[in-house]
């Protein structure tokens, strides 16, 4: 069965903190991994997209790394500010060609306080 | 761009009760999807389109759900009758199927509420 298993389920760091998000995932066939980020009352937004071939990304402070043989997936938040508060939710494609299935995890619940 | 666009935003009804929500994807996007987001189940895929034409509705809970794609900007999904346990928030999505990775963009969702 396709899963996306992320931990923690929440968090909470002092602004300024770096901290780490895991994600783990058994999805056949892998075509991709996205981490979103969903704020309160919002739809998500692309953070990264990694492919098979790629064991890391960043984009800005974020940083998503993937190991594909292991199956593990971590976004790395550098220098912590207020507004990183929000969801992350890892995505992974289980995307035959010609297909465009997404498997979601639960998210972790990022608070970053003052 | 307006980027995805839905609605209702938020929209309350009773037992029974039709419900459609509505969405207009990004212009130019050819792929449409509609998710569904509770607090228990997080994120699901209840149905995608390409070219306007329904490719995959296994997420689809039951005959109560229907979405239809009369043309490339605009897709419904209907309720009906709706139910309790169909509160929840409705997501429409749109890509470009074109491009290798397939990047979807979100809307703001529809809060819905059935009492």
């Known amino acids: 069965k396709n899963q996306v298993e992320q931990s923690p389920q929440s968090l909470i760091i002092l602004e300024g903190k770096n901290c780490t998000l895991q994600?783990?995932?058994?999805?056949?066939?892998?075509?991709?991994l996205r981490w979103y980020k969903q704020d309160t009352g919002r739809g998500p937004v692309s953070l990264t997209i990694?492919?098979?071939?790629?064991n890391t990304k960043s984009n800005g402070r974020y940083t998503a790394t993937l190991d594909a043989d292991t199956k593990q997936s971590s976004l790395h938040i550098t220098a912590s500010q207020l507004s990183d508060s929000a969801s992350y939710i890892c995505?992974?494609?289980?995307?035959?060609?010609?297909?465009?299935?997404?498997?979601f995890g639960q998210g972790t619940r990022l608070t970053i306080n003052p | 761009d307006a980027g995805v666009i839905q609605s209702p935003r938020h929209e309350v009804t009773e037992m029974g009760q039709e419900v459609t929500l509505r969405c207009k994807p990004i212009?130019?996007?050819?792929?449409l999807f509609w998710y569904r987001q509770t607090m228990m189940r997080g994120l699901e895929l209840l149905i995608y389109?390409?070219?306007?034409?329904?490719?995959?509705d296994s997420g689809m809970p039951e005959d109560r759900f229907s979405a239809k794609m009369p043309n490339a900007s605009f897709s419904t999904l209907k309720i009906q009758p709706s139910e309790p346990r169909d509160s929840a928030v409705y997501f429409c999505?749109?890509?470009?199927?074109?491009?290798?990775?397939?990047?979807?963009?979100f809307g703001p969702g529809t809060r819905l509420t059935v009492t």
């Open positions: 994600c783990n995932y058994t999805v056949s066939p892998f075509s991709n």
């Open positions: 212009s130019g996007h050819n792929s």
């Open positions: 999505a749109s890509s470009l199927r074109d491009r290798v990775l397939h990047e979807q963009y």
């Open positions: 995505v992974v494609s289980a995307a035959p060609q010609g297909a465009q299935k997404l498997v």
């Open positions: 389109f390409n070219n306007n034409v329904p490719i995959d």
């Open positions: 990694m492919t098979f071939s790629e």
